[in-house]
């Protein structure tokens, strides 16, 4: 059952997503009226060369992009990137009751606030499957399948170029600098990588799931976040030596303060793995999420987290949702932000240490290095010390505790006159 | 923003699944109603015998489920499983408009048409996620994420009982009737296993699964299936050879005939998959569903697939999407079946084999056995052959063929004077 309305959809931007999204359109338009119900047709592209655009006919660029968006369209899909002018532009789309499809985690954890009023205010949708982890179905999961559930904690891997540099790193025993030099050159890091390896990607992402799964407004600000620019070829062998991969991890927690206050942790940081978890084997581009719910215990979901196709396929996913929405009435889900949760710092944030240490091989040197744990009140669950022609290395892997003791006592023991030096300090995570 | 609303909600049966729900209601009614926007009210249970029911309300149970559907509700949740009773008790809660949310495999995948008729004629929605895979969000990805791709192949571990058998038989290295046996001891088995082990459960989801994906009408009689009650310890013994892990899988496929006609295949049978397959590592009574599409490229979906508490995440997470519905006018998604695919026959599906034969050995032996797969038109991948005290074993892995064609090689060369014994037969999937 087909209805007399077509669906007028207008681009803006046309790189590798938007390049695909529009094939895909043309290519699949039969299967996509069937399953909307309604024709769906490409108003126009917005894009600043229209002369670099060969793939796209060229009747349907333009660049002027505040007309195309006030043209007679019924969705507007996003994939710009960066915040302005694609904020001024879907605020525009929005007030005037056009349904948003988007692919900027930078604007959404950002602006969602702003964009989801807009939305609200004038009766429009919108959505952002693809703006965290490409084609995995991740989003709707969190907004719709699990709205019944209580989501605890989710752990992902939400980055392609940083888990393809650490496979790398693991895989070859390369340092950081190499590895980033030959993602480079193999077109996994592009040619300005601040984004990637220093975390933004991942902390704008883990904003984004971090308000969905715990129902609060959470922005990229909130989001404590380490790159992988530290992480040595010493961290990979010592994780190795411990059973364990080291990984860059989005984590997303609903913690319980001593006081029994509820808050959010968002963190994005490297952190050492079991090689059983199965985060583990997530290697190269893919991208893997992990989520833990009272009732649904735990899921994981796994696919291809960038690329064009992947992408386009999140975005017509969600196109097709929004047509559909017009057509049968209704809409999708609004801002859920009611549990309005604080963001913990992440000092009191509860974590657990891997520390190497190369230390003077000569009694007592453990019971000075314990006393410093003890000090902080940090426990420590497991110690392996192994001498080498007067020197040791000893490896600490501590119990849980605040983020901030376990640095402290990080600081206090590199600076004991027996500690020769510290070859590896990381967060361990994913032990049951 | 909650309305004046209040979304009334009947259950139809209380077992593990039921009793799981009536107490998240209850738990977390105040998240229930700041995500629907309205609260939820659960209006009563229908029950055969309420004496039996300690853990919820005494006054929320009937034994009149036909009184409790015609009352006052707006959202019937049937958790009794089987054709009828729930069949007519459905159709009369849609036809009134009232909206379901079922966990009811075998209806669905045998009446699932009649369902949604009833459901577009009135208005009102029918989800049904927690029907496959638990709480793993399947249903909704593939009828709303993937809605804007083309899904080309799902291969699914989707029943938890199947799947501890096997995970038992390869990790002690039991028979069947003995892995069965502890199975029911642990309470992983039912009393009557038969619509576990016989892939009767399995068959149900394939149907549903193979609907969604392919927009066309697919039955449980629509599915090829073959439980696990012949896997023998010499089969996972032989897979184990071969680097491969046995599985009882769900494989539903959009395939293109020789004469360029599309068709579904959906299957049901126990296959050998490689040890580094996403799927062999998923053990015990967990579930998972691989997916590859045309744009998304291939996906995972994992979580556990039964339970009371994680079927309950998936009964509740559609409870809200249909009371959002109730609150903002719209509906869920309808049937699609406009593709309207042929089901393939499985003699015509293609497929490869696993053979394992005890010969004599002497010569000339191989070269017989290769003429009967040549004869067939069906070409080997590998075989190695081992000899031992006269006797001697020749393991082939095929190239893909028809099953038929494999099916009859089989038969064949069973016949063989030089063949003793086809020790191991069995097909094997999950290659790249």
């Given at each position: 059952m087909t209805s007399a309305k077509v669906i007028r959809v207008a681009m803006l931007g046309c790189g590798v997503v938007g390049t695909e999204v529009a094939r895909l359109l043309r290519e699949q338009s039969d299967d996509l009226a069937a399953r909307i119900g309604a024709p769906v047709e490409l108003a126009g592209i917005a894009v600043?060369?229209?002369?670099?655009?060969?793939?796209?006919?060229?009747?349907?660029?333009?660049?002027?992009s505040a007309a195309l968006v006030e043209s007679d369209v019924d969705v507007v899909i996003e994939?710009?990137?960066?915040?302005e002018p694609a904020r001024g532009l879907l605020l525009t789309a929005l007030n005037a009751g056009k349904s948003v499809v988007t692919a900027n985690k930078a604007l959404l954890a950002e602006c969602g606030h702003e964009l989801y009023a807009a939305a609200d205010s004038s009766g429009a949708d919108i959505y952002f499957e693809?703006?965290?982890?490409?084609?995995?179905?991740l989003l709707r999961p969190l907004r719709e399948?699990?709205?019944?559930d209580r989501i605890t904690k989710l752990i992902g891997i939400v980055n392609g170029t940083t888990n393809h540099i650490l496979s790398a790193m693991s895989a070859t025993g390369a340092g950081y600098t190499e590895a980033l030099e030959e993602a480079g050159r193999l077109g996994?890091?592009?040619?300005?990588?601040t984004a990637d390896v220093d975390g933004f990607d991942a902390a704008a992402k883990a904003a984004i799931l971090a308000s969905l799964a715990f129902h609060t407004r959470v922005t990229a600000a909130d989001v404590y976040r380490e790159g992988?620019?530290?992480?040595?070829a010493a961290d990979i062998a010592a994780a190795r030596v411990i059973g364990r991969t080291v990984k860059l991890l989005a984590i997303c927690e609903r913690v319980t303060g001593a006081d029994g206050s509820r808050a959010v942790v968002a963190r994005v940081h490297p952190a050492m793995i079991p090689?059983?978890?199965?985060?583990?084997?997530?290697?190269?581009?893919f991208n893997a999420v992990f989520v833990e719910a009272d009732a649904a215990g735990q899921l994981m979901l796994y696919g291809q987290g960038a690329g064009g196709a992947p992408t386009a396929s999140a975005v017509l996913g969600d196109l097709v949702a929004v047509a559909r929405n017009r057509i049968a009435g209704g809409h999708g889900p609004r801002?859920?932000?009611?549990?309005n949760l604080p963001a913990m710092p992440m000092g009191q944030a509860v974590t657990r240490y891997h520390i190497s240490l190369d230390v003077?091989?000569?009694?007592g040197v453990l019971a000075k290095v314990a006393a410093v744990f003890a000090e902080h009140d940090v426990s420590i669950a497991t110690v392996r010390q192994e001498g080498l022609d007067g020197d040791a290395s000893l490896v600490i892997v501590t119990h849980e505790a605040t983020d901030e003791a376990l640095r402290s006592t990080v600081d206090k023991v590199a600076g004991l006159?027996?500690?020769?030096?510290?070859a590896s300090v990381m967060r361990v995570e994913g032990d049951p």
């Open positions: 600043r060369r229209p002369n670099r655009h060969r793939a796209v006919p060229a009747e349907l660029l333009t660049t002027d994939v710009i990137g960066g915040i693809a703006a965290v982890a490409g084609a995995i179905p399948s699990l709205a019944g996994y890091a592009e040619a300005d990588p992988i620019a530290a992480v040595t090689d059983d978890h199965p985060l583990a084997s997530v290697g190269g581009a801002e859920s932000a009611y549990a003077a091989d000569r009694a006159p027996m500690v020769r030096d510290v």
